[in-house]
Every structure is written in C-alpha cells, then in structure tokens.
C-alpha cells in the first residue's frame, strides 16, 4: 500500500543517506525534527532516511522510534553503526560518551555528527580530531553540532562580518544566562555531577558561546582569564537515585561538583578584547544568549530569546539619522530564508537543526569539509580548558593551546 | 523493504485519519509541515496519513507531493475528495473556491479544514456553515484556518481573558501591517483584483484580526464604522498576464480593483471599543499583527513579529512595581508548550499549523465541535460585509449581521 | 548687590523681556521651568524675567510666586496684563478662561502664549485667531502650547518628513493612551464636567495628536469618522466639592459630561489615512503619546514614553540590513541638542517648554510669526469639532471646516 | 527691588545656603542647573545662592557666570573658597586638581561637593577622606559627586535591594559604553593623557559603574581581575596643542597614555560575582550604562539610555505569568518623584543633579552623613587601583584593599 510519506518517484528518487542515531531525548528529538523536514523544505542533493535510533531501554527507544519517525530501534549503538542502512551516525549521548562513539562510527566508515561539546576533555577531543582529519581525507565527513551557527541572524551577521561591514573588531560581549538552578530545592541531576557532565554551565553554555564568538569573529580566542563559582553546593538527590553519588554530607542530599556560572575575559589575536558570562543562576532570564559586536564601522547584537532579528548600527552612515536598527532576518536573501515563510513569518529554535541537517547532507554529497569541524570543537575545548585553569589559578591570564 | 518514516508498530499504531490536500502553494507547504509534524510532537489520538494532493498542474503537483511528503497526487479536487483513503480535506486554494470544495467534501461525508477566510461572500460562508452544522450533527467536522489563534502567546491571552484577568475590557487595538505593496511597480497579481479575491488587505489580513479579536474578547463585534483607500490604481501586468484582465487603461497596465488599506473602528456588544487597521503599504513593517486589549484589572499586548512573547500589565498590583511584563510564552504550562523545547526555546510562525493539526485530530477523535467552526468563519464574514458597507456608506456606523 | 540668580553684565545685559503667567498648577511649574531655563542653556537675544504670577487665591500664589522664582503675584489676571513690566502673558489656566483672557491681553499689546486646547468652541478659537492676526500686524505674537512639537525626536521627525526622505504618505496611526480613570472610585474632578472641561480626553489629549500628526504631516486633516465614549458615567464627588455639580442621580455621586475615550479616522487631503485614538481608560499605560507615519520611501516611529528616541525605517536601503533603527535624539545636530548634554544623555518631558520659551523669544525678537500660531490652535479645535459632529452623527465621515 | 527671580517673602524666606563652584565646563553646567532647579522643584530646608563661580580665564568665567545665573565671577579658587558667601564649594574640575582644592575647601571650614573620581590616586583620596571624616565631626558635610545613584529607576533599585526583593545576589553585570573615541583621527585631548586624566575610560566610565554596582548590592567588591587595553595608541594633537606633550612619536601626533577600555570581573564579598567593562569603543552604543542584577529571587535591570525604566522580574511568581516587567520610574511613589511630573512625563540626565543638590542641601540642613561619602568615593579608587594592578599583573585576582 505504499510509503506514505516517502511516495515513489519522489523526493524518493534522489539516492538515501542512512542516519543512525544514538541517544532520544532533548536533542534526539530536535535532531529528528531536522533530519525529517530539511529535504521537505530544501532541495538536497540526498534524501535523508531515518534509518535506526539507539537507546539503552528497548521499550523506551522503540516507543521514540515511533515517535520521531525512526524506522528501526536498536539497543546496542555498536549494532547501530554496523548496519549497513546507517551511512551517517548522529551522537546525541551526554558528553562522556562521544569520543568512544564517534571513534567507533569514524572507523567503521560513517560521517558523523557529533552533539557539543565534542568530548568532556582535551585529550579526548584531539584524538577525536585526529581521527576525523584522517575520515575526511577518506570521504567521511565529521561535523560537530554547534547549532547556534546556523540561526538565520547568527549566519547573517557571520556574513555581514566577513564582508568587512564592521572593520577591526574591539569589543566581543557574550552571555548566556538560564536560570533553572535558582532553587536550591532543584535535584542533583548527572548534569550536576564531573564524572557524568564535565563541566556544569561551562561546557553547556560557555560551549556554544565560546563556538558562537569565535565563529562570529573569525578567529580563534588567544587567551582567557576566568572566575568559576559553585553557589549551591550541596543538593538534594533526584528522586531514585542509588547510593552511588559519592560526596553525600547528609542522608537524602549531594554535592555539586561542577561549576554553577563561569566568568571569563579574554583576547583575540588580531586585538579584540572578549567577555564572557555562562550561568543557570540569572533569574528571570530563560535562554538569554546574547552577543554583542563592536567594530570600527558597525556594531552587530544578537539576543536567542528574539532569534529572529539581529540589531545593527552602520557606524560609516551620518550621525543625525544613526542607530541600531532591528533587522527582521525574515528576507529572501537571508540564509536559510528562500525556503522558508514569506517576510516577518519567524522561525524557531529548532530550525537551526534543520538548517544544520541541510548544510551537513550538501557537505556529504559534495565532498566538502563541513562546519563546525572537529577540529573546531577541538579548539572550543581548549578554550574551556584554558578557563578551567585560569579559574584554579586565581584567574591569571591564560593564553588558548594551539 | 519498509516505511522509513512509519515503522510497524509506531505511530503506525494507532488508527489513521487519511488528509487530503487542495492547493499546495504557501498555504499548503504549511498545512503539509504541520500534518508531518503534529503527530511526531504530541501524542493523537489518531495518526494523520498524507494520502493526496491536488492541484491542476500534474506535473507541479507530483512535484509538490514528494516535496511535502504526500502518497499521491491528483489533479482534479472531486477525485480527492472521492477516494477511500481521504478522511478529511484541506482546502488550501484562493477563497474564490472555497465554498465549492467545501460543500462537496462535507456532502461527501469528510471533515474539512478550510483556510480563510471562508468564502468571498457573506452568501457563500452562509450556505457553508449551514452546510458545516448540519455535516457536525453527523459526525463530521468543519474548521476554518485562522491559525493565530494558535500561536502559544494568543492562546494564553485568551485564557488570561477567560480567567478573568483583565476585567471589563475598554479597548480592543489591532492592526496587521504588511509593505509589500509599497512600491508601484509590483504587478497586478491575481491578490490586486477583486473577482479572483474578493476583497484586497480586508479579507487577507483583516480577517484575521477581526478572528482573533472577537476570539480573544470572548464575543462578536456589534458594529463598525469604516474606511477603506486603493492608493495605487494602476499597476503593471505580470510577467506572461493573458489580456482577460478588464479595465486595463494603458498597454500592460491594469487596474487594481481592491483595497490596498482597511481603517475601521467598532464596538463590541458589552461596551468595548475597538480599532483596526490593514494594509500592505505600512514600509519596514513586514507582518505586524498587533492586538493590545485594556480591561479594567489588566492590560494584554502581542506583536506577530516576536510571536513567542506576550505582554501583560496587572493593574491590581500596586502602581510602584507595576508595568508591562515581558512573558516569554516558552514555559511548559503554556498552551502547546508541554510538547516542545525547554523554556526560552522560542517557536515559530508555521507551528500554529502544527497547533491546527493536532486539535483537530483531537476534536476528529472525540467527535467534538472544532474552533473556529464554519460560524466563526461566517461571523467574521459578516464584519467584512459591514466594513465594505460602512465604507461606501461614507463611514456611517453599521451593525453587523446576525 | 544681590541679584544672585541674574547677575550684572551677564544675562542681565540683554534686553529683559517680562512675562506674566496666568496660572500656576502643573501647567504652571512646566512653563515657569522652560522660563527660569531658556536664557541658562541657550544664548536668546532677550533675557526672559519672570515678572508676575497671577492666580484667585492670594496666598496660595505667593507661595507659588516663591516656590517658581516669580518676582510678584496677582489675585487679578486683568492688573497683571496691565503691568507696565509685563510683555508677555502667558496662559495656563484652565481651556474655558483662554479666550478671555487672550483677547484682553492681545488688546492691551501684550504677546501671549496660551495653553491648549486654544478654546473650549470653535466660535472662541476663532476670535483668538482674528485677534492674533490682528495683532502680528501690530508685531503682537501669539502662541499656543503644543509643547509636543518641540520634543527633538518630534521636531527630528518633522525636518525628516519635510526632507522628503518618507515620499508621499499612505498612514498616520496616533494613540495618546493614559489610565488615570481606570478605578471608577477616581473622583469627579472639573475635567469629567463638560462646563469647565469642554470635552474629555478629546480636548486633552486628542488636541496634542491632532495637532502634532498635521504638523508632523504637514498639512490638515480633511475628514474624519469618530467613536466616543464614556465608561463610567457616575462617579463620587471630590471631597470637598460643592453641591453645585447638576446631575447627580446620588447623594455623594455625580455624572460624568465628557467622553472617556475618543477614537476616529480621517483623511489627509494629499490621500494619506489616519487613526486616532485617545483614552484615559489604558491601564499600564501612562503617557503613551505614539505616532507612526508610513510613507513610500520611509517610517518613522515615536513614543513620548520613551522620548528621546526616533524610529527610522529607511525603505530606499536594500531589503537585507534594512530595519527599524533606533536614533537616539540626542547629537548635536538634532534639534535644539547643540545647547545641552553630550551623545546618549537625555532630556525629558520638561524640556518641551524650554524649547518653547526659546523659540518664542526669538520670534519676538525677530518679529516673526511663531508656530504653532492660534490659526493651528483654530484648525485643532475645528477636527475636534468635527469629531464630536460624527460621534453624534453615527460616525458618518465628516469634513473639516475650512 | 528687583530680584526677579528671588522675590522677597518667598524661597528668600528660608536660610541661604551659598554655592561656590570651581570649573564651569561640561559637569559645571550640570550642577549649575542642579543648584538653581532643586529649590525651585522641591521644599528644601535651606535655599541654594548660586554665589560665585572660579575658573582660570577671567572673561569666559564671567560669561559663564552670566550664562548659568551665578552672582559673581572669581579666578583664583583659593579667592573663591576664602568667600564670606560661600558655604559649600562645588568642585566640578579635572581629577588631578580635586584634592588640593577639596583640602583647602574642608580646612576653611566649607560644605564640599567633589566631582567623580574623587582623585587620581588612592594616596590622595585616603587624605581627602580623612580630612572629610575630622570636617563631618566639626558639622562639615564632604560628597562626591556619582550622580548615577540619583536616577529615580537606580534609587528605586536599591530600595528594593534593600528590601530584600531579590534575595541572595548571585550576578552583577555592568558596563559603560561610549563610542566617542571609535575615529582614530579623533584628537589627542588631556582626557587620554594620564598625567592630566589619571587614567582612562576606567576612571571616568569604570568609576561610575564601580560606584554604582557598589550601591547597589550595598556592600564593596572583595577583589577583581581585569585587562585593559589602548586600541588607538597615537593620535593627532588638537588643534593648538602645545609641544608640551612628551612622546610624540611623529610631527602633529601623540601618544595616547591612558587605556581605551577596561573589562574586570570580580567577587563581592557576600558571593555574588560581578563583571564590568567601560569603553569609548562602542560603536553605536552612546551612553549605555546598563547594569542588571541576578538574585535568588528576582532580578533588576537598568539602562542609562533609557533612564525612566526599571526592569523588574519577580522570581516569586508562579512562572506561568512571570517576566521582566518594564517599570516607568515616573510614579509618585518612586524616588523624587512626588515632586515632578505626572506619571508617564520622564525626567532627563541633568535631573540627577538637581537631585544630588536637593539631597545635600538636606544633609546640609540636618547635619547628617551625605552619601556618597568621601571615603565611598576612597573605595572606589581602591577599585580602579586594584583593576589596574591586576591588568599589570596578567589579570591576577586581586584583592581590593580595606
């Protein structure tokens, strides 16, 4: 009786590319909305098929394969990226996991797309760069999800930058402030915890704005100095929790181990001065990734929680009719936008995973190195590092690896 | 070899409600990424099949079908609505054919979902309401599109109003500000003349706010006292226009037969007054639907150009830390938002199609009545009508029909 | 020898140029603010003296007298216009006194400077504006207080609209939105009474809009189509207040005789449409003065809530960084600005009549025609007239007398 | 007899209070406008005399005496302070001048008010300091002059502060940004030379944001760690620029010796983390001192270029409803404003100095501790003296001294 979404001779026609994917939830389900839409609303040059999903809990990953669209269900993610339908393994697993995972897909002959951050350290994530220099020169792609670049606003203001519109940068203003761990009634959840997340809003938010910046301007960041603080220090255990958490001062509740917000200035090496702010603490403010850019002759501002404008004053034009003026990113000639909604009909924040999934798919088939690359999630992890240790030592300037 | 996107067992699961499609322009890439996508996000009651597609052109409408992700196509609307697997037809053409479709589908024994507004006379949406009420007392459904009452941000204004929060209402303020008509020498498209749309930015853009004015307020419109103006009479032909276009003055050139702007002011039976404004020539407003309502105990005000927020005053607070309120409508107990992405993760303007899909489907399942039913899509109808008479009666105040 | 605010030589030097002020309430305090401020921040040609205040209540004036920095106080508005080091007499009294008190000043050779609305009837405005005429004849100058002109945003606007960088105009939207009568316990004050008020919000702040969107245009309204309204028709009388108030259907209570609320719509006579809307009724709003102007080449945008800026959208500009921009009115080159702070410090709402002083020291200087004359106070009062006449009309659209 | 603007019986009833000021430039013309607005606008125990006023060019001081209404004219300060008439001496000249002249104010038994930073030294500002803590005991009153605490919205946010509406702070974000110094061809003015500015935009921007964030939280910063940097390091001398200017590398340029920006982060004491940037680099950015608050439950946000509103959230509030509300600092209830204007009707820059007069002229009256204090003002130089350590220091953090 047919494919009812997939009907014969159509988007059919153009030759599959298998996606496997590890982990369902959050961004499993935001990855699975980019891989189903981006070849109904762009042109590709191949049509994704949403191969296998994989999950621990086979009850749980098959009732998410029905769900998001999967067509198989695996439980093992070695079965996952041995399946000869799976040409593109998408990692969406907490970060003590991509490196094996990723490793393994890279070897076995798969692209892969890599959730941020790439790894949970700088070792990790210079083997895992290592290893996608070698794929690529094989004809596999490695791509690392910072999603944040493919904002309609965020990619216009990449081009407005690169078209020289705002000359010799000074100033690069970044914060990303949520704020779901004001109540110190809230869990101790894996995210809370070194040994499962890392780093606490250092890797999940200083990451992407760390990735945004230096996207932004061009160039990686040379050097940082930092201040990290935990402000609730101890917290109650999540409702089911074993006994395994260590550290636990008092029956029923945990200690943090990772950082609640990170503080940090740095440089860039063609002179521009940076400053960053990532925190779950800022009450009041929900998803607040803002960036600022001033540049000799223009200024760019960005906020995520309006992610469809980007604020630009033109510094060259007179000083009488000046100002920041809120560009609806909304036009034909912006990225991304030919395939979308007529002029001031908005997009959304999963868009950027279907933009994403679009630019990812005309890499594969072209050949091309795609971007983010690991090696630019690498450098984000050494930026992060380099936080780490101007944190642990009283904030002493700390110039980036290389 | 399987259904990539409907595995056994899945979503595959539960019964299928089969949709078919007329039209497949703007309006259909819409409903399309909402059909896909309702079932994939919130948990139906039944799964919603795109069985067909219909459009005139074969060749285009194969195109759009595996485009979109529909399992056929056809080019003839009595065929559609005539197969099996068609339970519900969409109607996504220009208004003019509304009225047909609608009539035959509901004949035929499907539900219909109709884009807006209804029909292109108050005769018409009359005959189709009749048509819709008598279709619901067996069983079949009957919807009209006004999506903005599905934007999470109006859904909560209105139950903000509902609860009681805003008091007696005073002031109702809409306009719907549009510019792409600002420049005389865009083409006299099929939109610009009256026989083919009924009407210009009053039943384009003014429908939709009378809609969700009289939706938010809770009643209908007692009255309106109106202007209306076509600044540009004359516009150039389209690019390969037949010469069956009437009244075209010079060589290439024809006249604009509908309102370019739409001014009227109103009551509303409990005592609130109420302004309204369409056009096309507002220049750097891209798609500004603003509604502000003032009630004794509150104030709501929303803008279509950052539709994820919703502002609120509450004037029962005392006046020293009182003031418009920036709601970011991204919290889980939001409408909609239990489905979607973590607080301050914004959506866009194509999920109202999502949010129309899946209430219907809901209101399909439990055989209860949609909104906005085929009355409210008459209502509305009768306030144009009265628009057009109060602006060619020299603005006198008149009432509307009941 | 002990003039410590106006020392020898200094200011002093200048020609003195005696005002005499009828009035002292808030309407007083803002113009004896513009008079005492003119000469310090601007270089005038005459040195403005605050002379006399005039008011019933002797000693209530004397303190006024004191409080304001005016050398001597009246009880009789007819002794201060006699007085010999009186040139100026300036009108702040409620509108029903304006007449009088204008047409007696204008005869004994005084300039004068009236608040708005100019009068509470056409009839009353128009022998003000006879007289006025008369008397520039005479070099007599006459003045009414549209102080909204001379905010610099305003004044920026109307330079912009007569640069022609908008092109011809398609829509004038104006609100002027307060709610100080939101709580129906708010008492019945001389403004809800028609014999001491003239009208409600429609002489108050309709008068402002009308006459700042004409001069902001350019040109007068041709007709207009109008709704009024009053909410609250029965309110508690002041305490205090004698049982002279007819009407009162209870002990304690009486009737509100003016409207609350006035909305209405016009017609440009080059073509552009307007709205208006004026309310006492907008809870959270509390000065809420916007007008925005669409025109084929550019937008503008203002609030008086935030009133040192001015939104621009230049539609000459590519498509892709065009937008609404943000002029902070508050460079050299703005309005009035050469005289005050540095980029980016603002002025406020008392500032509009330390331009007006300054302006209207130099037209008597000059001997020049100042604006807004009492013909642009006579052409207020006649829209708002007209307003009244279609509100009683039905609303039917009504021109404006010439 | 002929005080026009002092009229015997009125404000000249209340005992004098004699106002000296040294310098007559920029911050002269503020708080001459302070010193002869505060009585007239609020009910002061004491009644400012603008006696005279001292600078260094006889005949433009004169003039400026006649421009801002001061009685007489002095060129020598030390003339100026030994005045019978003068009370108070209001020192509005550069930093490197303020404590010989403050000492010598505080010695001849006057009231001091001394512009922001106090000094350019710790050294100096711990002598002036204590000289001011030995004057209080005598009845002397010392205030320096951060006028930025006196914004009704900033006043109103310490008072809530203080009330405990936010809780435990858990951020401080600061900045000031300028943008006047973006031209590279801008000239080489006392202001970027550091034996005549002390330092650069730290001293002048940062000091106004230290001070503020210090007020605010209500407690001092423990440490900081910053970076500073000089992006324009020659410039062209201006015009007439004497050849005293050592280290001019080529004819017609100088060095500039000052920093362009300076980013810090810090700790206060009770845990809250801080971060600051001040910087003439900003392009597009005016006068954007914005400082934003993080609390356990709530948050504050303040922007000088939109100096009428506070934005409040209330973390307390059921989420459903909560957001950043836009307080319009102008209600009679909020500070100073009972006795301004209506509600809606914003002030401006210079009312923070009619401000600060009104509050000293109290303190003056009463004989109370004026804030902020000289030793306030010490602190914040032990701010910039540790921000500047720490930049030297490879952003070491750097304890504040106590």
């Known amino acids: 009786m047919g494919q009812p979404q997939q009907p014969e001779g159509a988007e059919g026609g153009k030759p599959p590319l298998g996606i496997g994917m590890v982990g369902y939830a959050f961004m499993g389900a935001a990855h699975s909305q980019g891989w189903r839409t981006a070849g109904r609303v762009f042109d590709l040059p191949l ?77 990790e994530a210079q083997e895992m760069a290592r290893a996608a220099e070698a794929a690529q020169e094989r004809g596999q792609l490695a791509m690392v999800g910072f999603n944040y670049r493919r904002v309609p606003a965020t990619a216009l203001a990449r081009r407005m930058v690169a078209e020289g519109r705002l000359g010799t940068l000074r100033h690069v203003r970044v914060t990303y402030l949520q704020d779901w761990l004001v109540d110190p009634g809230f869990p101790l959840t894996w995210r809370l915890r070194k040994e499962s997340a890392g780093s606490g809003s250092l890797g999940d938010l200083g990451a992407h704005i760390v990735d945004l910046a230096q996207f932004l301007v061009g160039e990686p960041l040379a050097g940082v100095s930092a201040l990290t603080e935990t402000f609730v220090r101890e917290r109650p255990l999540p409702a089911g929790a074993t006994s395994g958490l260590s550290g636990a001062p008092t029956a ?130 050494r930026v992060l590092a380099a936080v780490e240790e101007s944190a642990e030592k009283n904030s002493v300037y700390t110039p980036v690896a290389v």
């Not at 070695?78 to 969406?92: E, K, M, N, Y």
């Not at 503080?263 to 607040?288: D, H, I, P, Q, V």
């Not at 091309?368 to 450098?379: I, K, N, T, Y």
């Open 47 to 123: 049509r994704p098929v949403l191969a296998a999903v994989c999950g621990r809990d086979g009850a749980a990953v098959r009732a998410a394969a029905d769900r998001h669209g999967w067509a198989a269900a695996e439980t093992d993610w070695r079965a996952l990226i041995a399946r000869d339908d799976v040409d593109l393994v998408d990692i969406c697993t907490p970060g003590d996991s991509h490196a094996e995972i990723a490793l393994a897909a890279l070897a076995a002959g798969k692209h892969v797309l890599c959730e941020k951050p790439l790894a949970n350290s700088v070792a």
């Open 252 to 381: 029923g509740t945990g200690q943090v181990t990772v950082d609640d917000a990170a503080l940090f200035t740095g440089r860039f090496a063609s002179g521009a001065l940076a400053s960053f702010e990532a925190t779950r603490y800022a009450t009041g403010r929900k998803n607040a990734l803002r960036i600022e850019l001033n540049g000799e002759h223009g200024s760019l501002a960005f906020d995520l929680e309006r992610l469809n404008e980007l604020h630009y004053h033109d510094g060259t034009e007179p000083g009488t009719h000046a100002g920041f003026r809120r560009i609806l990113v909304t036009e034909p000639d912006h990225p991304y936008l030919d395939a979308w909604w007529p002029p001031g009909h908005g997009l959304g924040y999963e868009h950027t995973f279907v933009h994403q999934a679009r630019d990812l798919v005309h890499a594969v088939a072209e050949g091309s190195r795609p971007e983010p690359s690991f090696a630019d999630g690498l450098q984000v992890q």
